[in-house]
C-alpha cells in the first residue's frame, strides 16, 4: 500500500500488529515510513527478520553496531545487532 500525504514517491505504510511498542503505537495503527528519511537515535524504524518484519527504535551503540528496542520491555526484549547498509 503506497503512503498518502508525503513527497516520497518511495514511502510506505505498515499495520502494527503486537504491543511491542505500545503504548507509542498500539496494535491497529498503521504508520508511514520513508526508506529516504535520515535514522537518528530513538527513531521507530521497520526491522526486517527471518520471523517478519517488526518496528523498533533503534540506537547506535558503536559504529557497527545498533539497539533495536521495542518500547514494552515488559514484554518483549532489545538486540544487538551488526550495523548495515551504512552510506
Do not use: W, Y
Amino acid at each position: 500500500v503506497g503512503a498518502a500525504n508525503t513527497d516520497d514517491p518511495d514511502a510506505f505504510t505498515f499495520e502494527i500488529t503486537d504491543d511491542s511498542m505500545s503504548p507509542q503505537f498500539i496494535e491497529g495503527d498503521v504508520v508511514v515510513l520513508s526508506p529516504a528519511a535520515q535514522v537518528r537515535d530513538g527513531d521507530a524504524c521497520l526491522v526486517q527478520r527471518e520471523s517478519g518484519d517488526t518496528l523498533r527504535l533503534v540506537f547506535r551503540q558503536a559504529k557497527d553496531k545498533l539497539e533495536l528496542r521495542p518500547v514494552n520491555l515488559r514484554r518483549h526484549q532489545s538486540a544487538v545487532v551488526a550495523a548495515s547498509g551504512e552510506q
